[in-house]
T-cell receptor
Framework: DAGVIQSPRHEVTEMGQEVTLRCKPI?????LFWYRQTMMRGLELLIY????????DSGMPEDRFSAKMPNASFSTLKIQPSEPRDSAVYFC?????????????FGPGTRLTVL | DQQVKQNSPSLSVQEGRISILNCDYT??????FLWYKKYPAEGPTFLIS?????DKNEDGRFTVFLNKSAKHLSLHIVPSQPGDSAVYFC???????????????FGTGTRLQVTL
């Protein structure tokens, strides 16, 4: 298995533009997580899905952020409009179960820079 | 409000010596703690964990100690190797009465540099 796949690996955009980050979880994993890493706050959970259904989106910073999981093998995180403070590394992770945190596998991340 | 704190952003240790990474938490409901390791341009990977019913868990060169009264845990790496150079994240969660778990709460990370 190739592991969790994220694209793009790097994204540079201008303030006000729409940004879409993509994630393909490990096949067979029922849980998908979106995290954001910043220097000030470390790794923060934005939202997670169970069987394609959003379970907890309390970490989504504001309405400019939205996430979807149309099927078991694909998820997107969209920021519209983007702002410079959204610059961070965004990670997608998947796991076979909610309590199997030892088996939460992270993708390589997308480094987002908003100018 | 950081519920999990790693107050040392960086640490430098000589090869062969002990590395001690510290983590403090404020939420008394946390009952399971994990350490993740992250290399540049890669996602974090699970390293070691400990339940609140224990005060120590060991896996090879890695040992995690938990002091519940002080709400403090530490990761010891002995002996340290150059390949251990990475960012280490402490994380915590609480098991809920519903049989599920809270989300993982991470610290800000400590960058470990093991020098020759």
């Amino acid at each position: 298995d190739a592991g969790v796949i994220q694209s793009p690996r790097h994204e540079v955009t201008e303030m006000g533009q729409e940004v879409t980050l993509r994630c393909k979880p490990i096949s067979g994993h029922d849980y998908l997580f979106w995290y954001r890493q910043t220097m000030m706050r470390g790794l923060e959970l934005l939202i997670y899905f169970n069987n394609n259904v959003p379970i907890d989106d309390s970490g989504m910073p504001e309405d400019r952020f939205s996430a979807k999981m149309p099927n078991a093998s694909f998820s997107t995180l969209k920021i519209q409009p983007s702002e410079p403070r959204d610059s961070a590394v965004y990670f997608c992770a998947s796991s076979p179960g909610a309590l199997t945190y030892n088996e939460q596998f992270f993708g390589p991340g997308t480094r987002l820079t908003v100018l | 409000d950081q519920q999990v704190k790693q107050n040392s952003p960086s640490l430098s240790v000589q090869e062969g010596r002990i590395s001690i990474l510290n983590c403090d938490y404020t939420n008394s409901m946390f009952d399971y703690f994990l350490w993740y390791k992250k290399y540049p341009a890669e996602g974090p990977t699970f390293l070691i964990s400990i339940s609140s019913i224990k005060d120590k868990n060991e896996d090879g060169r890695f040992t995690v100690f938990l002091n519940k009264s002080a709400k403090h845990l530490s990761l010891h790496i002995v002996p340290s190797q150059p390949g251990d150079s990475a960012v280490y994240f402490c994380a915590a969660l609480a098991h809920l009465n519903t049989g599920t778990a809270s989300k993982l709460t991470f610290g800000t990370g400590t960058r470990l540099q093991v020098t020759l």
